[in-house]
C-alpha cells in the first residue's frame, strides 16, 4: 500500500501528458460562437448602395443567406472573394456583406477592383454591429437560415476545400429546409 | 493592412507573430475618455482589465492594441456612463463572445474544481503535512529521544567549538 | 560552407552527447573506472562543439549571412550591432541552441566543481545530463535547425528583429532566465544518480545544495528583469501577466524555493529524502514543461503554430521519456531513501514543511490555472474558456500570506524540538510591534484606513521585525555586537538577505497595485494634465531618427508644488524593416515611486494622446529580487561546501546514522584547513 502511493507522482503526470498530447490538436484559438441558433441581431445601418439610407433586418434576403464580414484592409477578403463571386454568377445562395470598420470610399474601390459578390453590402464603419455579431476581425462568415437564425460561423479565411466541406453542406442543408 | 504585435511578458523571448486582421486605423492602444467622476474611470479600468481581448494572443482589454479591444472598451465606456452594472455589463460581453472574454471563469459545475482545486491541495498539503509529523513522532520513541539530547549536547559543543574557531579567527 | 561547420559540430555534439549518456553510467554499474572517467573529457568535448555551433551562428549573424533562414527571419542588415550578436536568442531555433549551449556549461560546471565527488556519482550525473542533452540536440536536428539554408535564392535583406526584442534587457534577460532553468537540470541529476545508487545522505546534500541555490537565484534573476521588461517595454504599466508562458517559469521557481528548503533540512537532519528527491525531479520536470508549453505554442497558439504539432509531439515525447521514467524509478526506489530523525511538533522542519506544503500547493494552483482551458476545451468538446490575472490574484496572494506569516517563525524555531515558551518570548514583541507600527504608519500617511495597505504593512514588518529579533538574539553571544554578527554563517546572512528580498518584493507588489494611478488624455502642446501631486505638461513632439526606427519624440515636463523636476521623453517608433510600431515609455524611476508616460498617438491638431501613470513603490518589485538573489548565492559561497573538499575520502563511506558524528569533524576539520 505504501509502495503503490508512491505511483502516484507518475499516473499524476500521465494524466497530465495525455491532456497536454491532446491539447496539441486542439485550436484554441476559434471562438465557438454563442450566437449559434439565435436570430442575427437587429441593426439600423447605412449600405454601400443605399447611401445615406438606412437598412435593417427587414432588408434582408427572406431566403437563406451568407452574411460576411469584410473590409478593404483584410487580405485574406481577397482570396475569398473569386468563391463568393463563383457562388453569385451560378446563383448558389445570395451573399450580405457587412463592410467591417473600413471607409466607403475604400470599400466601394475594392469592390470595383475585385468584383462584387455582393447583393447588399452593409457599412459597420465602427464594428459596433460587428460587436453584436462576436465579431473579432475579418473575414468572418456567417449562414443565416431562412427564418433568420444563425446556424453556423466560419472564423478567418474560407477557401476552397472549406467552402466544399463546411459550407456547401450547411447551405444544402439550410436551403432544403427552406423548401419543405 | 498593418503587421502588428501583441506581446505579453515573457510572450517577449518567443514572440509569436500575430497578424491584425483589423485595419491599421484601430492601432491606437490608448483612448481617451472623459468621466465625470473618479469612481467610473477606475471601473472602467477595473472592468477593461476582467476582459480578454478576443482576437489576442493572451492579453486583456487594456492592454491589447488590437481593433476589437479598442471597440469594447468603447461600449465599456458607453455602458458605465448609461449607468449600467457591472453585471450588466459582464452579460453584454457574455452575450457576444462566451465565457472565452472572461478572464475570471464563471462558477459552474466545470469550472469548480478550477475554483476548490486550490483549497483542495491546500487541504490535501495539511493533511500529509500532519500525517509526516505524526509519524515522524511515533517512530523516534523513547531511544529516540535520548539520542537526541546525546545530539543536542553534541552540537552546543559543536556550535561553541564553532563560534570560538570564528572569534579566533576575527 | 561556415554555416554547414556550424551544423556540423552540432552533430558531433549529438554523438559526444549520446556516448556520455551511455558509457559512464555503464561504466558506474560495472565499476569501470575508466569508462566512469570518460564522462568529464567527454562533457569537455560537447561544451567545445556546442559552443562552436553557437560562435558560428553569431558569426553568420554579425557578417548579415542570410541564406541562414533563421538568420534571415531574425536580423536586418540594418540592425545595431549588440542585437545581431544578441538575435541567437531572438527565434526558436537560435534560442534552444543557446538553451542546450548552457547546459553544456552547466555540465561543464560540473566537472569544475565535482573533485571531491566519487567517481561513480560523477559519472552518473554526467550521464543524465548527456542523455538531457541528446534529447536537446535531436531535437534541433530533427525539428529546428537553426543552420538550415534558404538557398538556392537568399532574400536580400532580413525582416528584422522583432520591434519588441530590441532593447537592452533582451541581452541580459534570455541568458539569465535560461541559465537559471536549465540549472535545475544539475539538481535533477543529482537526485537520479541518488536514486540510481541509493545513497541519498548529507553528503549528497551538501553536494547539491550549492547547485540548487545557485540555479534558483539566476531563475530569480531572469524572472525579474523579464518582469521588469514588460513593464518598461510593453507600456500599460503591467509587470506580471499571469501569461501562460510565463506561469512555468514561476512554478519552477516556486519549486526550486521548496527544494532548497527541504534540501536544508536533509543536510542538517536528515529527513525529507524522499520528497526532496521528488521535488528536485518536479522542479525539472517543471522547466521541460515550460519548454513544451513555449515550444509548441500550446496554449497561446495561432493558427500557424498549432497546424505543425511536431515539435509539441517531439517535447512531449521527451517530457514522457525523462520525467515518466523519472517518476517510475522514484516510486521503485523511493523506499530506500529512509528518513532517520524524528522531530517534534514545533520544530525548525515542522515549519520548512509547512513552507513546502505552501510552495507546492501555490505551484499545483498556477498549474491548475495554466492548464485548465486546455483540459476544459478538451472535455467540454470545444468550449474556451479564460483563466486570467483575476483567478490567479484570488488564489495566489492568499497563499503568499500564509507563507509570510510562516516566514518569521520559520528561521527562529530551531532543529528538532524548539519550546514554546522560546517561540512566544521571541515573537510576542514582534508581533505587538508589527501589529502597532502596520497601522499607524498607513493611516498617519494617507489619513485612512486603508485596510489592503495595512495587511501589507502588518505581514512586511512582521518578518522584518522577527529577522531583527532573530539576528539580535543570534549575535548576543560575543563580547562585541560586531562579533557576534560576523559569527554568523553565511548561510545565515543568505537566508535572511534573500527572506527580507522577499518580503520587499511582496510589499511592492501589494503596494503598487493597491497605490497605482494612472489617465490616459489628449494634449496639445502646451497643454498640461494633473496626476496624484504631479502635473505633467506637454512640450510637443520632434523627429528622430534611430539606427533601424523613425520617431517622433514627446517631450514632457514634471513640475509639482509649481516646481520643475525634469523632462521625460516618451517616443512612438516605427520599425522601418518591418514596419512594427513601437512605444518606448519616458520613466523617471524612484525608490519610491516610477513616473511614466506612454505615448499614444497623433490627433487632429496636433494633440497626442497619451497615458500618464505614477506608480508609487514598483521599483521595490526587483529590488527585491536582487536581495532574493544575493542571498541565494550568498549561502553558495558559504564555507561548509568549500570545507568539505578537503575530507572527500571519509564521505564515501558515511551514512546518515552517522550524520551528527560526521558533521563534527567535518567542521573540526575544515577549521584546521582554513
Redesign the interface.
Given at each position: 500500500m505504501k509502495n503503490l502511493k508512491l505511483y502516484l507522482p507518475v499516473i499524476g503526470f500521465a494524466v497530465l501528458a495525455v491532456f497536454m498530447w491532446r491539447g496539441l490538436y486542439l485550436d484554441s484559438r476559434t471562438?465557438?460562437?454563442?450566437?449559434l441558433d439565435r436570430p442575427l441581431p437587429e441593426f439600423e445601418l447605412r449600405a454601400l448602395e443605399t447611401g445615406d439610407q438606412l437598412v435593417s433586418l427587414e432588408d434582408l434576403p427572406d431566403e437563406p443567406f451568407i452574411l460576411n464580414i469584410w473590409?478593404s484592409?483584410?487580405?485574406?477578403c481577397l482570396q475569398e472573394n473569386p468563391i463568393f463571386m463563383a457562388a453569385r454568377e451560378q446563383g448558389i445562395i445570395p451573399i450580405v456583406g457587412v463592410n467591417?470598420?473600413?471607409t466607403d470610399d475604400a470599400a466601394r474601390e475594392w469592390l470595383d477592383d475585385n468584383g462584387n459578390p455582393f447583393t447588399l453590402s452593409i457599412v459597420d464603419d465602427?464594428?459596433?454591429y460587428?460587436?453584436?455579431?462576436?465579431?473579432?476581425?475579418?473575414?468572418e462568415t456567417f449562414i443565416v437560415d431562412s427564418q433568420g437564425v444563425i446556424r453556423y460561423k466560419h472564423i478567418g479565411v474560407i477557401d476552397y476545400q472549406a467552402w466544399d466541406d463546411e459550407i456547401m453542406p450547411v447551405i444544402a442543408a439550410v436551403q432544403a429546409e427552406a423548401r419543405s | 493592412?498593418?503587421?502588428?504585435?501583441v506581446?505579453?511578458?515573457?510572450?517577449?523571448?518567443?514572440?509569436?507573430?500575430?497578424v491584425?486582421?483589423?485595419?491599421?486605423?484601430?492601432?491606437?492602444?490608448?483612448?481617451?475618455?472623459e468621466f465625470e467622476t473618479v469612481e467610473q474611470?477606475q471601473r472602467f479600468?477595473d472592468l477593461s482589465?476582467?476582459f480578454?481581448c478576443?482576437?489576442c494572443?493572451?492579453?486583456?482589454l487594456?492592454?491589447s492594441p488590437?481593433?476589437?479591444a479598442a471597440?469594447?472598451r468603447r461600449?465599456i465606456y458607453r455602458m458605465i456612463m448609461e449607468g449600467q452594472t457591472d453585471q450588466e455589463i459582464e452579460a453584454f460581453m457574455?452575450?457576444?463572445?462566451?465565457?472565452?472574454?472572461?478572464?475570471?471563469?464563471r462558477l459552474t459545475m466545470?469550472?469548480l474544481?478550477?475554483w476548490f482545486?486550490?483549497l483542495l491541495?491546500?487541504l490535501i498539503?495539511?493533511w500529509?503535512?500532519f500525517t509526516?509529523?505524526r509519524r515522524?513522532?511515533t517512530?523516534?520513541p523513547g531511544s529516540?529521544e535520548s539520542l537526541?539530547a546525546d545530539?543536542?549536547a553534541?552540537?552546543k559543543?559543536?556550535l561553541a567549538?564553532?563560534?570560538q574557531?570564528?572569534?579566533d579567527?576575527? | 560552407m561556415i554555416p554547414e561547420l556550424g551544423n556540423f559540430s552540432l552533430i558531433l555534439a549529438f554523438g559526444l552527447s549520446i556516448l556520455l549518456g551511455v558509457i559512464p553510467m555503464i561504466g558506474a554499474a560495472r565499476d569501470n573506472l575508466l569508462w566512469m572517467r570518460l564522462a568529464r573529457p567527454l562533457t569537455a568535448g560537447i561544451f567545445v562543439f556546442l559552443s562552436i555551433s553557437l560562435l558560428i551562428l553569431g558569426y553568420s549573424f554579425v557578417t548579415d549571412d542570410f541564406s541562414v533562414a533563421f538568420v534571415a527571419n531574425h536580423s536586418n542588415s540594418a540592425l545595431p550591432i549588440q542585437y545581431k550578436m544578441t538575435a541567437v536568442?531572438?527565434?526558436?531555433e537560435g534560442?534552444f541552441l543557446f538553451w542546450t549551449w548552457m547546459l553544456s556549461g552547466w555540465m561543464l560546471a560540473v566537472t569544475v566543481f565535482s573533485k571531491a565527488m566519487p567517481d561513480n556519482f560523477v559519472a552518473r550525473v554526467l550521464a543524465i545530463m548527456g542523455l538531457i542533452c541528446v534529447g536537446y540536440t535531436l531535437f534541433m536536428l530533427a525539428t529546428s535547425n537553426p543552420f538550415d539554408r534558404v538557398l538556392p535564392l537568399p532574400p536580400a535583406d532580413g525582416a528584422d528583429l522583432?520591434?519588441?526584442?530590441q532593447d537592452f534587457a533582451?541581452i541580459i534577460?534570455?541568458p539569465s532566465?535560461y541559465m537559471g532553468y536549465v540549472g535545475f537540470s544539475v539538481v535533477f541529476a543529482f537526485a537520479i544518480a541518488a536514486l540510481i545508487s541509493g545513497r541519498l545522505d548529507a553528503a549528497w546534500a551538501r553536494w547539491c545544495r550549492p547547485w540548487a541555490n545557485a540555479a534558483w537565484a539566476i531563475l530569480t534573476l531572469g524572472l525579474s528583469l523579464?518582469?521588469w521588461?514588460?513593464y518598461y517595454?510593453?507600456?500599460?504599466g503591467?509587470w506580471?501577466?499571469w501569461?501562460?508562458?510565463?506561469n512555468p517559469?514561476l512554478i519552477t521557481w516556486l519549486l526550486g524555493a521548496a527544494l532548497i528548503h527541504s534540501l536544508a533540512a536533509t543536510e542538517k537532519r536528515g529527513?525529507f529524502k524522499s520528497w526532496t528527491v521528488l521535488l528536485a525531479i518536479m522542479a525539472f520536470a517543471s522547466s521541460l514543461l515550460g519548454t513544451f508549453i513555449?515550444?509548441s505554442?500550446l496554449l497561446?497558439?495561432?493558427h500557424a503554430?498549432a497546424t505543425d504539432p511536431t515539435r509539441g509531439v517531439y517535447i512531449l515525447g521527451f517530457l514522457g521519456l525523462i520525467i515518466g521514467g523519472s517518476l517510475v524509478l522514484y516510486a521503485i526506489r523511493a523506499p530506500a531513501l529512509k528518513s532517520e530523525?524524528?522531530?517534534?511538533?514545533w520544530s525548525r522542519?515542522?515549519f520548512l514543511?509547512?513552507n513546502n506544503?505552501?510552495l507546492?500547493?501555490a505551484s499545483?494552483?498556477i498549474l491548475?490555472?495554466t492548464l485548465?482551458p486546455m483540459v476544459?476545451q478538451a472535455?467540454?468538446g470545444g468550449?474556451?474558456?479564460?483563466?486570467?490575472?483575476?483567478?490567479f490574484n484570488?488564489?495566489f496572494v492568499p497563499?503568499m500570506g500564509i507563507l509570510v506569516v510562516l516566514m518569521a517563525i520559520g528561521p527562529i524555531s530551531r532543529w528538532?524540538?524548539t519550546s514554546a515558551t522560546y517561540l512566544r518570548q521571541q515573537l510576542t514583541r514582534v508581533a505587538i510591534a508589527a501589529v502597532v507600527l502596520g497601522v499607524a504608519i498607513p493611516v498617519v500617511l494617507t489619513l485612512e484606513v486603508p485596510i489592503a495597505a495595512i495587511g501589507t504593512a502588518v505581514l512586511a514588518l512582521w518578518v522584518t521585525f522577527a529577522m531583527a529579533s532573530d539576528l539580535w538574539t543570534k549575535s548576543g553571544?560575543?563580547?562585541t555586537r560586531l562579533?557576534g554578527l560576523?559569527?554568523l554563517s553565511l548561510s545565515y546572512w543568505g537566508m535572511q538577505l534573500a527572506h527580507f528580498g522577499f518580503i520587499m518584493t511582496m510589499a511592492g507588489a501589494c503596494l503598487t497595485s493597491i497605490y497605482s494611478i494612472?489617465?490616459?488624455?489628449?494634449l496639445q502642446a502646451g497643454q498640461s494634465a494633473e496626476l496624484g501631486n504631479y502635473t505633467f505638461v506637454f512640450n510637443g513632439t520632434e523627429p528622430y531618427q534611430g539606427p533601424n526606427f523613425i520617431a517622433d519624440e514627446a517631450s514632457i515636463s514634471v513640475i509639482r508644488d509649481e516646481e520643475f523636476l525634469f523632462n521625460l521623453y516618451a517616443q512612438k517608433r516605427l520599425y522601418t524593416a518591418?514596419?512594427?510600431?513601437a512605444?518606448h515609455m519616458g520613466i523617471d524611476g524612484r525608490f519610491f515611486r516610477d513616473l511614466f508616460v506612454?505615448l499614444?498617438?497623433p490627433r487632429a491638431g496636433g494633440a497626442w494622446?497619451?497615458?500618464l501613470y505614477v506608480k508609487p513603490f514598483v521599483r521595490w518589485i526587483w529590488t527585491g529580487t536582487i536581495f532574493i538573489a544575493l542571498g541565494g548565492i550568498l549561502a553558495v559561497t558559504d564555507k561548509r561546501y568549500r570545507r568539505y573538499k578537503v575530507r572527500r575520502g571519509e564521505a564515501v563511506s558515511v551514512d546518515s546514522k552517522q550524520k551528527?558524528?560526521d558533521?563534527?569533524s567535518a567542521?573540526?576539520g575544515g577549521?584546521l584547513t582554513?
Open positions: 471562438l465557438p460562437s454563442v450566437l473590409g484592409y483584410c487580405l485574406p467591417y470598420k473600413d465602427t464594428g459596433r460587428g460587436i453584436d455579431l462576436g465579431v473579432y476581425g475579418a473575414p | 493592412m498593418m503587421p502588428m504585435r506581446v505579453s511578458g515573457f510572450a517577449l523571448i518567443v514572440m509569436l507573430t500575430l491584425s486582421l483589423v485595419s491599421d486605423e484601430a492601432q491606437a492602444a490608448i483612448d481617451v475618455y474611470e479600468r482589465n476582467e480578454r478576443p482576437m494572443q493572451n492579453a486583456n487594456t492592454s488590437g481593433g476589437v471597440d469594447l461600449e457574455l452575450a457576444r463572445y462566451g465565457d472565452f472574454i472572461l478572464y475570471r471563469p466545470q469550472t474544481l478550477l482545486g486550490p491541495f491546500l498539503g495539511i500529509v503535512a509526516i509529523m515522524s513522532g517512530e523516534s529516540g537526541n545530539e543536542e553534541r552540537l559543543k559543536l567549538q564553532k563560534n574557531d570564528a572569534s579567527q576575527a | 536568442w531572438g527565434g526558436h534560442s522583432n520591434a519588441a526584442l533582451f534577460h534570455p532566465l523579464g518582469s521588461w514588460a517595454e510593453l507600456g500599460w503591467g506580471w501577466a501569461d501562460p508562458v510565463e517559469p529527513v513555449t515550444r505554442g497561446t497558439s495561432v503554430f530523525f524524528g522531530f517534534g511538533s522542519e515542522v514543511l509547512a506544503m505552501i507546492v500547493v499545483a494552483a491548475l490555472g485548465y476544459y472535455i467540454s468550449d474556451l474558456i479564460s483563466v486570467g490575472p483575476p483567478y484570488t488564489i497563499l528538532k524540538k553571544n560575543k563580547s562579533a560576523k559569527s494612472e489617465r490616459s488624455v489628449l518591418s514596419g512594427t510600431p512605444t506612454s499614444g498617438d494622446s497619451m497615458t551528527t558524528g558533521q563534527t567542521v573540526s577549521e582554513s
